[in-house]
């Protein structure tokens, strides 16, 4: 036996936990990806979104909490997801009131929040561990919740979506006061991510990378399964292995070295 089948033989006998537990060592000490501040990360988002076809007009909108209880940011209405940048964010108080830098209300202000993203501070008040939180009206995303049917997860491109996808059967108006909130947060529970019907999507992230990518992750899933009804039946996956594969793809090194590269991508598409 020489010493290539030593070692293929030894790994064959290492069982599943072992190679995954490896890989995510792996990742982690290996998967570097720069820190980016909350008003940057927010720009990149948007742009990342509008490259991927989330862009509908102005609506839909992307938001983060500040360090300071009661504060979040968020672009400025008036632009577009392809135009944003840091500065075009604004700060807002728990009640859309822009903020300057001191955390004051400005009497005049310059810029305001899209007044729909009152809905978003009821899933900030119920979900402390929400940081930043996107909703777009993306084609096939809108689309589903346009047949009554909630996400299969029946490819692995979706699986960071078992269990983690709520559905909202019913549309409850344009969502600027505060019970398209409470219904809203309510449907969308301990989950990360919700379809809203007649409407679009919604993903709430532990950081602003998490969210940019479950919603990404939401509309190819949701491309899949429009493309896939057309052509036959969906065929379920076995959904103990959806959920182990979701775990994995979620992995914060994974998130983070994927928002990267889409930054990456960005700059270079402006370069060409």
Same mark, same amino acid.
């Given at each position: ?31 570097? *990806?720069?820190?980016? $501040? ?25 938001? *983060? ?59 900030? @008040? *119920? ?45 409850? $108006? ?56 057309? *052509? ?30 889409? $930054? @990456? ?8």
């Amino acid at each position: 036996m020489g010493a290539n089948d030593e070692l293929d033989g030894n790994a064959a006998e290492r069982d599943k936990a072992y190679f995954r537990d490896r890989a995510e060592r792996e990742m982690d000490a290996r998967l570097a *990806a720069p820190r980016h $501040g909350v008003a940057q990360a927010l720009a990149l988002t948007c742009r990342i979104l509008a490259r991927e076809g989330h862009e509908s007009g102005l609506a839909g909108q992307i938001t *983060a909490r500040d360090d300071t209880p009661g504060r979040f940011r968020t672009l400025a209405f008036g632009w577009g997801f392809d135009e944003a940048t840091a500065e075009r964010t604004v700060l807002v108080d728990d009640d859309l009131r822009p903020l300057g830098d001191d955390g004051r209300p400005l009497a005049d202000p310059p810029a305001i929040a899209n007044p729909a993203t009152r809905f978003h501070l009821w899933i900030y @008040r *119920a979900r402390p561990d929400v940081r930043s939180i996107v909703h777009t009206h993306p084609p096939y995303a809108s689309a589903l919740t346009m047949t009554g049917q909630p996400l299969r997860v029946a490819h692995m491109d979706a699986t960071p979506f078992a269990d983690q996808c709520a559905f909202l059967p019913a549309w409850p $108006g344009l969502p600027v006061a505060d019970d398209e909130g409470r219904i809203i947060s309510e449907a969308l529970g301990p989950r990360h991510s919700i379809l809203l019907a007649h409407h679009g999507l919604l993903t709430a992230g532990r950081s602003v990378e998490e969210a940019c990518y479950l919603a990404v992750l939401l509309e190819r899933a949701a491309r899949l399964q429009v493309r896939a009804q057309a *052509a036959g039946t969906i065929q379920d996956m076995d959904q103990a292995l959806a959920r182990e594969a979701g775990s994995f793809l979620l992995k914060e090194s994974i998130v983070r070295a994927t928002f990267a590269y889409w $930054g @990456r991508r960005l700059t270079a598409t402006a370069d060409a």
